[in-house]
């Protein structure tokens, strides 16, 4: 399984950016798709993510600002971004957890991909 991502870069402070995944592959079936990001000498850290039934979470520092949503025909994710603050400066991962065969979504296992990071830079 691949994960393309795009749409980071630089944007003023109170500006929006979009990112966007697509994931392509051997893929049985996926079942939540998110994007995560890493503050320098910092852990990753979630920062929404979306079921295949449209369910999301947030991170308590980007709700009402950042919208994350799906296309599960094209197995694509996008997060958009507004209202950006320096705060938000980090690497932003594209991630997937997905059923690789029959087997495994019988059986509950489940694997994990992450996308290349893309920088998102917000300057004062």
């Known amino acids: 399984v691949q994960l393309q991502a795009s749409g980071g870069g630089w944007v003023q402070t109170g500006g929006s ?3 966007s995944c697509a994931a392509s592959g051997n893929i049985y079936r996926i079942i939540v ?7 320098p000498g910092h852990q990753r850290e979630l920062v929404a993510v979306i079921t295949t039934a ?25 997060l958009l971004m ?19 065969d029959l087997k495994s979504r019988k ?13 998102v830079t917000v300057s004062s």
Request: with cysteine; glycine share 10%; proline share 1%.
């Open 82 to 100: 507004n209202s950006l603050e320096p705060e938000d400066t980090a690497v932003y991962y594209c991630n997937v957890v997905a059923n690789v």
């Open 17 to 19: 950016l979009r990112l």
């Open 33 to 39: 798709m998110g994007w995560y990001r890493q503050f």
């Open 54 to 78: 449209g369910g999301t979470n947030y991170a308590d520092s980007v709700k009402g600002r950042f919208t994350i949503s799906r296309d599960n025909a094209k197995n694509t994710v996008e």
């Open 107 to 119: 059986d509950g296992r489940t694997s994990t991909y992450w996308g290349k990071g893309t920088l």
